[in-house]
């Protein structure tokens, strides 16, 4: 079984954020996977799906960025799924917008999400998928994260969830190291 968590902030005022790719793309795999509808438990909403003859279950933790770490830590003991399984799909400063990447383990550059995953679990060596959203011209990365994508972002933002929802298939599908030598 895989635990593939879409990061971000709960509630309508930050559903377009920079910062909730992660919910946007986990989300779309739903859909695509034909997935039962999101229901709350375990200090966010999850459903489950199969894909490739795996089982999966999607997360969108529910206790803002920074507490991300609370609800990924109870999914992974309720459904006994072990680091390895873990995928985490969360924006990425330190990208280009529009730059997706497969990475297994290292640092949290930063990220809040990141930071609580990786002190509840004690180890960072999962799979990301890191959405790159640019970094904010101004240097205010609060503000910019919490924002909505542009005008020309939103135009490109279809293509490019899509394209993170595939990358996400092909790490359950043929492993993570097979999907960055296919995507990179």
């Keep these: 079984m895989y635990l593939i968590v879409g990061l971000g902030n709960p509630g309508p005022k930050y559903a377009g954020n920079r910062h909730n790719v992660g919910f946007m793309v986990a989300e779309r795999l739903a859909a695509r996977w034909g997935a039962p ?3 709350a438990k375990l200090k966010g909403v999850f459903t489950k799906a199969r894909f490739a003859g ?10 803002y960025m920074n507490l991300s770490g609370e609800s990924v830590q109870a999914a992974m003991r309720f459904f006994k799924v072990p680091g ?3 995928v985490c799909i969360h924006d990425e400063l330190d990208l280009p917008f529009g730059t997706l990447r497969v990475k297994v383990g290292g640092g949290t550059a930063g990220h809040n999400g990141l930071r609580s995953i990786v002190q509840h679990l004690g180890d960072g060596d999962f799979v990301r998928l890191r959405f790159g ?12 994260v919490l924002s909505d994508f542009d ?13 993170g929802c595939d990358m996400v ?12 030598n296919a995507y990179h």
């Design 37 to 39: 509808a999101f229901r």
């Design 54 to 63: 795996e089982d999966a279950v999607l997360l969108c933790p529910q206790t």
């Design 84 to 86: 390895e399984r873990l």
């Design 133 to 144: 959203i640019d970094r904010p011209r101004s240097g205010q990365v609060v503000g910019y």
């Design 151 to 163: 005008t020309s972002e939103r135009a490109e933002l279809p293509d490019l969830l899509e394209r």
């Design 169 to 180: 298939e092909s790490v359950v599908r043929d492993g993570p190291r097979a999907a960055m």
